[in-house]
C-alpha cells in the first residue's frame, strides 16, 4: 500500500474576515439545519498536481491562499463562524459570526513522496488520507451550558515538487454541499484572479434570507429531540476516522456510455420508472454490485435473502421548497431525505440493477413531488423512526453530489487531479461526484468505497464484469436489430 502519510505543520493560522469589515451576523437554525446537528463532519480533499518547491509554497502559496480565504469570507462570514446550541432552547439556537471569528487554515508539508498514489483511482489504504484531514477545533461550553461548535476548517499540505492537498471540513449544519461548493468557487475566483480583485460576481454572492423556509408542523422541535439523546462533541472528533490497516479506498468511474447503456437496461425492464438519471442508475448500479460482493465474502448462501437492504441520500429542494422556492444560492442546509427498501435476493439475483433502480427512482419523484401539504418535506417527521427501524450494516448512503464538479476548481493552477471524501470511513456511505475529465470527455460520474481489503477485490471484479455484460447486451441487442431490419427488407 505505499509508506505511511504523516505531515508536519509549516504554518497554523487563524483567518479572519478583513480588517474594514465588521457586521456580525446571526442565522436561526431551520428544521433542515437541526437534522444534521448530531452527526459527524463531512471530510473533503481536492488534489492539485503543481510542482513548487517548499520555500516557493512558504513565499507564494501561502500568502495568496491567506489573503483570498479573508475576502471570500468576507461574503461567506457564517463558515468564520460558530454554531451555538442551547441544550434546552431550540430557539436560541443558531449559527453566529462575530467579530473576531477565524477560520483555521493549517499548511503542511508530506513526508511522504505518494502524491500520484493518493491522486490515483486504485486501492489505497484510507489510513494514509487521515492526515490531510484538517481537525475542527474544540467545541467549548458556556456558564448556560450552551454549546459553541466550530463549523469550518482548512488544510493544504505540500508534496514537494510535485502538488499539494487541499482539505476540508466543515460540520453539516453550516450548509449543505451546494452551499460548501460555492464557497469554494468564490474561493478559487478571488485565488485564481490575475489582478488583486476585491469584489465578488453576483453569480457567487450567497443568499442568507430564511424567512421563507417555513416549519408549521413543528419539524424542528422532532429533529431537536433526537438530537439531545447524542453526544455532539463526541461526534465531531476527526479521530473517529477508522484506523484499520486492511481498509482501502479506490475509485470506480462509470463513463457516459455506460450510464446510457445501464438507462437502455432499466428502461427496458422497468419502462414506467419515473426518474431515470445518471444518478439513479449508477448509484442501483454500484449498491447492486456492493451487495453482491457482501454475499460472496460471507458465503451467504441464500440465507439473507428475504433480509432487505436499505439505502438513503438526500435531494436538493431550493426550487421546490415553498412558494415560489428558494434561490439556488441559499445559503445553508436545504436538502430532503430520499430513502427506500429492496430485498436482498431482488438485488443479487438477474434484473438487479433494474429492481434497484425502479425503487431509487421511484423515492426521487415522490419526494421531490409531494402533492401532499408537507410538499417535499413530506415523511421527514418519521425519519428517525424508519432508519431506526434499519438494520445499521443494510443501509447505504451518498456522500458528495454528482452536480458539483471539484475537477473544474483552479485556484491559479489549474485544475484538480482527483477529488476524495474520506469521512465515509466513518458513515459508510459512497462518494459520487463527476468523473475526472482525464476518463474521457465528460459526461461520466465515478464513486468512491472504502472497504476491507477482501469485499474491495470482489466489488472489484462484480463492477468490471457486470458493465463488460452491459456492452455485451448492447451488442446482441443491435445484432437483433439489424436481423429484424434485414427480414423486413
Known amino acids: 500500500m505505499g509508506a505511511t502519510q504523516t505531515v508536519t505543520v509549516l504554518e497554523h493560522i487563524p483567518v479572519s474576515l478583513p480588517p474594514e469589515t465588521t457586521a456580525e451576523l446571526t442565522l436561526p437554525l431551520t428544521f433542515l439545519d437541526v437534522v444534521w446537528l448530531s452527526l459527524p463532519p463531512v471530510h473533503r480533499l481536492v488534489f492539485y498536481r503543481h510542482p513548487v518547491s517548499r520555500s516557493e509554497f512558504v513565499d507564494d502559496i501561502i500568502p495568496k491562499m491567506k489573503n483570498s480565504l479573508s475576502k471570500t469570507l468576507q461574503h461567506f462570514s ?8 442551547s441544550p434546552d432552547h431550540l430557539n436560541l439556537s443558531k449559527i453566529r459570526y462575530a467579530d473576531g471569528d477565524t477560520v483555521p487554515l493549517v499548511f503542511a508539508l508530506s513526508s511522504s513522496d505518494g502524491f500520484d498514489r493518493l ?20 467545541t467549548s461550553r458556556g456558564v448556560d451550558g450552551s454549546i459553541t461548535i466550530p463549523v469550518f476548517a482548512l488544510q ?66 422532532i429533529f431537536w429531540d433526537y438530537a439531545k439523546t447524542s453526544n455532539v462533541e463526541e461526534t465531531l472528533d476527526v479521530d473517529l476516522l477508522p484506523k484499520i490497516p486492511d481498509k482501502v479506498r479506490s475509485t470506480f468511474v462509470v463513463s457516459k456510455e455506460d450510464i446510457q447503456r445501464l438507462k437502455n437496461h432499466v428502461v427496458k425492464r422497468r419502462p414506467k420508472i419515473p426518474h431515470v438519471s445518471s444518478f439513479t442508475v449508477v448509484f442501483s448500479y454500484v449498491w447492486v454490485c456492493l451487495v453482491r460482493s457482501r454475499t460472496e465474502i460471507n458465503n451467504a448462501d441464500g440465507d439473507d435473502d428475504e433480509e432487505m437492504d436499505n439505502f438513503i441520500f438526500t435531494a436538493d429542494c431550493r426550487a421546490r421548497l415553498g412558494t415560489p422556492g428558494l434561490p439556488h444560492n441559499y445559503f445553508g442546509n436545504c436538502v430532503v431525505p430520499c430513502m427506500g427498501s429492496v ?108 472497504l476491507p481489503v477482501a469485499q474491495m477485490d470482489s466489488f472489484t471484479r462484480i463492477f468490471a464484469e457486470g458493465l463488460k455484460a452491459q456492452l455485451y447486451e448492447e451488442e446482441e441487442e443491435e445484432e437483433e436489430e439489424e436481423e429484424e431490419e434485414e427480414e423486413k427488407q
Open 343 to 450: 430485498r436482498t435476493k431482488d438485488l443479487t439475483g438477474d434484473g438487479g440493477v433494474a429492481n434497484a433502480a425502479e425503487v431509487v427512482g421511484g423515492s426521487i419523484h415522490s419526494q421531490l413531488n409531494s402533492k401532499d401539504e408537507d410538499g417535499v418535506a413530506s415523511g421527514v417527521e418519521d425519519l428517525a423512526t424508519r432508519v431506526a427501524a434499519m438494520k445499521k450494516d443494510r443501509i447505504l448512503g451518498v456522500a458528495g453530489s454528482p452536480k458539483f464538479d471539484y475537477y473544474e476548481l483552479d485556484f491559479g493552477w489549474g485544475k484538480a487531479n482527483k477529488f476524495e471524501i474520506p469521512s465515509i470511513d466513518i458513515t459508510g456511505a459512497i462518494s459520487m461526484s463527476a468523473a475526472s475529465k482525464k476518463h474521457g470527455e465528460g459526461g461520466g460520474l465515478e464513486a468512491g468505497l472504502a
Open 78 to 85: 457564517p463558515m468564520a463562524g460558530r454554531a451555538v446550541v
Open 156 to 221: 493544504v499540505t505540500l508534496f514537494p515538487d510535485v502538488g499539494f492537498c487541499m482539505g476540508v471540513t466543515n460540520h453539516h449544519i453550516i450548509g449543505d454541499a451546494n452551499t460548501i461548493f460555492r464557497f469554494m468557487k468564490a474561493w478559487a475566483f478571488f485565488s485564481s484572479s490575475p489582478h488583486h480583485q476585491d469584489s465578488l460576481p453576483p453569480q457567487f454572492l450567497p443568499f442568507y434570507d430564511r424567512t421563507t423556509v417555513k416549519d408549521e408542523r413543528g419539524f424542528a422541535e
Open 119 to 138: 491522486a490515483s483511482d486504485n486501492s489505497r489504504s484510507c489510513a494514509d488520507f487521515h492526515p490531510l484531514v484538517p481537525r475542527l477545533p474544540p
